[in-house]
């Protein structure tokens, strides 16, 4: 079984911009999205991804990720996924021994950004690098499945 054992940041200010080795840019959109499960589609600059989750709320869920052809990404993400989709750049940072990603959304999540870092165990310790802010992990706003159906430009 895969595990994804990961916990969700806000950014208390821009310096994390300096610290970016590479960006990718993002589309995704969700099959199947409710509070047991879903089913995502992801194009990442020129791969097309399958990923499934569980729908567990906090930092350790089920998660299954497979490759898929990328004009079949971009068939089911045009014709089957929820609209709108998810339109995001993620930048990689190495800090410590872990490396960070940077989601900086886009479209209807405009103006939010949330750093994730994957860890091997849940009680893994891990260096959080000083433009940290608070964790989010637990607030089931900041899940990409969820901002397809709430996006950030409502919260206000």
């Not at 706003?141 to 409502?154: G, I, M, T």
Request: glycine share 8%.
């Amino acid at each position: 079984m895969a595990l994804e054992i990961e916990h969700k940041f806000l950014l208390r200010d821009e310096r994390w911009r300096d610290q970016v080795e590479h960006s990718l840019r993002m589309r995704q959109g969700y099959l199947v999205s409710d509070a047991t499960r879903s089913v995502r589609v992801r194009v990442a600059g020129d791969q097309g991804y399958l990923n499934i989750k569980s729908g567990t709320l906090g930092i350790a869920r089920r998660e299954y990720e497979y490759r898929i052809p990328l004009a079949e990404a971009e068939e089911l993400l045009n014709t089957l996924c929820e609209k709108p989709l998810l339109e995001k750049t993620r930048h990689f940072i190495h800090y410590g021994d872990h490396l960070w990603e940077v989601d900086e959304f886009g479209g209807d999540n405009a103006g939010l950004i949330v750093a994730e870092v994957e860890l091997g165990t849940v009680d893994e310790a891990f260096a959080r690098p000083d433009w940290i802010g608070e964790e989010v992990s637990h607030d089931l706003r900041y899940y990409n499945s969820q901002l397809v159906r709430h996006p950030y430009k409502d919260w206000r």
